[in-house]
Every structure is written in C-alpha cells, then in structure tokens.
C-alpha cells in the first residue's frame, strides 16, 4: 500500500511508543490494535 505506512495498524502512536519501548513488531501490532474499554458501545436488548 503505497503513501500509508501502517496500513492494519489502528493506534500508530502507541505501536511506535511500544517499538521504542523493546516491544516487538508483532506484539506492539497486537497491543496497538486492541480495543480499549472504552471504545464498547453500550447495546440494551
């Protein structure tokens, strides 16, 4: 994908936080794109 450089990555802050704190690519990717509690969307049935 040209022009985009962490094209599956949803948080690129955080996975170069995590990558310069020793992470490595695959794990920061996996923590990076995980959801936090916050982002729920609260459903009622």
Do not use: D, F
């Amino acid at each position: 994908m040209p022009g985009k450089k962490y094209a599956s990555i949803q948080n690129p802050k955080q996975y170069e936080a995590l990558r310069r704190s020793g992470y490595s690519k695959e794990s920061a990717a996996r923590i990076s794109n995980a959801r936090t509690p916050g982002h729920r969307v609260a459903r009622g049935r």
